[in-house]
């Protein structure tokens, strides 16, 4: 029996909206228990000509997963790990299993999935893919690409295709960018086909992580240590992340976070075998060289620390978030930054947004994030629509700002709707046509996913 669509409209209202801030109600919801019932909604929403928007968790930052236009396709349903390879450390998977299930998973083989996005315990694994997800831990072991063997993709052809990394060391055949289609999924936040299926590899989980908090006075000192962490050689960070003052107010506001000191703060881990603490007399050391408040330092020494930790760290997003929210009848919102420059250079871009902030009459936004990429976020509350307008003009004058140092519009969140008006800004006419060229392909009538990163 093939599953029908729902217009119902209490049913389109639960799928209308994201944590971008926007409502789209779709005009009708579909939500498919397996493969073969997705590729026949595919295939017959194709035929009729209605627009598909799929949808994972939807804590999609830029509206990514939310339409007004034909039928919002939920892959929630479909969230069974289909294999788990041990010994070839691999994990075959659904894409509506959230990515926190997964990593809890396969640690209880030993094994660990790298990407760390920052809501795994609400963000899908099919999302994860749609954006190129990354987290903290992107530092050291790169986003979601990187550990994406193989995917099987519903098309907007009718076909089913399966695709795996090339595992060649030389290959001529043909311009470079059409040797690997896998990556021509990973990241096009479902402009180009329906992810139904994917295989990641894995990594053994590390023997011991040992997490720090260090305090700084200022936000000067606390960029140094984390540029200088970086170039250091003998400490090894897996994650540098960085909060300042407003950013550690609502940590403070959490239990435990009265522990995280000082008026600049940096969340760094490092893995190690078994019981050495060698490296924390070389983070110490860091630490003091970088003007650090070293007695009141940190350290988390055991995976529940560094899962509150880690909480503390996500307080701040997710309470930016619930600000925002309240102001959404208002015509206000959250707007969340997603820029990044190379990392030299971060310090002198923190100094210049907050001006640009200022100039527009702005309140200083919070500031946190991975530093260690030189990714920072800036999360602005917006109460109003005209304070909104605003926001948007500060955020692209700084991104004309972040271009000009070499940096890009969207490190991690996508492009989705939000952003697209941006992407001018960084790609030349030359690359977009290419874009263009590559969804008109897999794409012709332009049905997946309208709306998102590209006209």
Not at 52 to 77: P, V
Not at 143 to 170: D, F, H, I, N
Not at 430 to 439: G, N, P, R, T, Y
């Amino acid at each position: 029996m093939s599953i029908v669509p729902t217009t119902d409209q209490s049913v389109r209202e639960a799928y209308s909206r994201d944590a971008s801030g926007l409502e789209l109600v779709p005009e009708m919801v579909a939500r498919p228990e397996s493969a073969a019932e997705a590729v026949a909604l595919i295939a017959e929403a194709i035929s009729a000509g209605t627009p598909i928007t799929t949808a994972g968790g939807q804590t999609s930052l830029t509206g990514a997963s939310i339409t007004d236009r034909g039928m919002l396709l939920s892959l929630r349903a479909m969230s069974k790990m289909v294999d788990l390879d041990v010994s070839a450390r691999t994990v075959r998977v659904e894409p509506g299993g959230f990515v926190g299930d997964m990593k809890r998973a396969v640690a209880e083989h030993g094994l660990l999935f790298p990407p760390d996005v920052t809501s795994e315990n609400e963000a899908t694994i099919g999302g994860a893919i749609a954006c190129n997800a990354s987290g903290a831990r992107s530092l050291r072991y790169g986003p979601t690409r990187r550990w994406v063997r193989s995917l099987t993709v519903a098309l907007a052809t009718g076909e089913v295709v399966e695709l795996q990394r090339p595992r060649l060391e030389k290959n001529t055949a043909g311009y470079g960018p059409i040797h690997d289609p896998v990556d021509w999924f990973i990241g096009s936040e479902g402009t180009l086909g329906v992810v139904l299926e994917a295989v990641f590899d894995l990594l053994p989980l590390p023997e011991q992580v040992t997490g720090l908090g260090v305090p700084f006075a200022t936000e000067a000192d606390a960029l140094r240590f984390v540029r200088e962490a970086r170039r250091h050689g003998v400490v090894h960070p897996r994650c540098l992340e960085y909060l300042d003052q407003f950013a550690l107010d609502i940590v403070r506001q959490q239990e435990g976070g009265e522990a995280w000191r000082g008026s600049a703060f940096v969340y760094t881990e490092q893995e190690h075998q078994g019981d050495d603490d060698a490296h924390l007399d070389a983070w110490l050391e860091l630490a003091e060289a970088s003007n650090a408040s070293v007695d009141d330092i940190v350290v988390f020494d055991s995976d529940a620390a560094i899962r509150g930790a880690r909480d503390l760290r996500h307080a701040v997003p997710a309470t930016t978030n619930e600000r925002g929210s309240r102001f959404i009848a208002h015509g206000g919102r959250r707007v969340a930054t997603d820029w990044a420059v190379p990392l030299d250079l971060l310090p002198q871009a923190l100094i210049s947004a907050r001006e640009i902030a200022a100039k527009h009459d702005l309140p200083m936004p919070v500031t946190f994030g991975h530093a260690g990429n030189g990714h920072p976020h800036q999360d602005f509350v917006a109460t109003d629509a005209p304070m909104l307008a605003r926001v948007e003009a500060a955020v692209e004058e700084t991104l004309h700002l972040v271009l000009g140092m070499g940096g890009t519009v969207a490190a991690e969140h996508g492009i989705g709707k939000l952003k697209k008006k941006w992407l001018p800004l960084q790609l030349s006419p030359m690359q977009l046509a290419a874009m263009s060229a590559l969804k008109h392909t897999l794409d012709p009538a332009g049905l997946l996913a309208p709306g998102n990163v590209i006209s």
